[in-house]
Structures are given as structure tokens and as C-alpha cells.
Nanobody, 125 residues
Framework: QVRLVESGGGLVQAGDDLRLSCAAS????????MAWFRQAPGKEREFVAA????????DYADSVKDRATISKNTGKNTVTLRINVLKPQDTAAYYC??????????????????WGQGIQVTVSS
């Protein structure tokens, strides 16, 4: 059974930095694409960042491109998302996702196999 469990969210101030972690069980992250998506109330789930099994491919949404870093620790089987200089528009539920090593378009939510339950991040101005 595959489980992805996010941690690190909560209420933060605009301008602060955020560190989210996703702990995986039931799969070895070295063989999967991993990603973070987010969903604000009333909006569709949107792509934030993705990293390939070999770490060669890394992609970020334009909204976080200059502020975010995604990384994996295959020894701990975790993936981390850092976003610096948070903005109120970063407020959303953040989801960790795992996908096939034959991923074609990581930016499409429907292409991902496994999802965490999500964790809320609220950025106050």
C-alpha cells in the first residue's frame, strides 16, 4: 500500500519561508517522478514543482520558479518543497504526488498515480 504523508504546513506570514516534506511508504522514490501541486478554494489543482527519478529533470510553475526548490532524499524516502518569500497568493492546500518513471507531462494532475491527503498553508499579509 502506497502512502504519501505531507508535513510542515500551517499559518505563516508573508515574506516568510516554507518547508514542506512528504514521506513516502510502499514505494521507493528513486523509481518515481515526484511532484507538489496546490489547490486554493474554488480553484483547480495546479502544478507547483516536479522532480524526476534521477533528479535530472526539475520543473517549476512560473508562479514559484524564482522562489521554490524541490529535492529528494532517497535514503529517507522523502521529498521536500521549499518556497521562499511567501505571498498571500501561495495560500492553498499543498499535495504531494508520485508518478510513473515514464511520466510524459508532469504538469497535468491526471497523470499522477498516488496522492497525499494534502496539507494547508495559509499566508497572512
Amino acid at each position: 500500500q502506497v502512502r504519501l504523508v505531507e508535513s510542515g504546513g500551517g499559518l505563516v506570514q508573508a515574506g516568510d519561508d516554507l518547508r514542506l516534506s512528504c514521506a513516502a511508504s510502499g514505494i521507493s522514490l528513486g523509481g518515481y517522478y515526484m511532484a507538489w501541486f496546490r489547490q486554493a478554494p474554488g480553484k483547480e489543482r495546479e502544478f507547483v514543482a516536479a522532480i524526476s527519478p534521477s533528479d535530472v529533470y526539475i520543473d517549476y510553475a512560473d508562479s514559484v520558479k524564482d522562489r521554490a526548490t524541490i529535492s529528494k532524499n532517497t535514503g529517507k524516502n522523502t521529498v521536500t518543497l521549499r518556497i521562499n518569500v511567501l505571498k498571500p497568493q501561495d495560500t492553498a492546500a499543498y499535495y504531494c504526488a508520485a508518478g510513473s518513471n515514464r511520466m510524459i507531462n508532469p504538469r497535468v494532475a491526471g497523470n499522477w498515480l498516488y496522492w497525499g491527503q494534502g496539507i494547508q498553508v495559509t499566508v497572512s499579509s
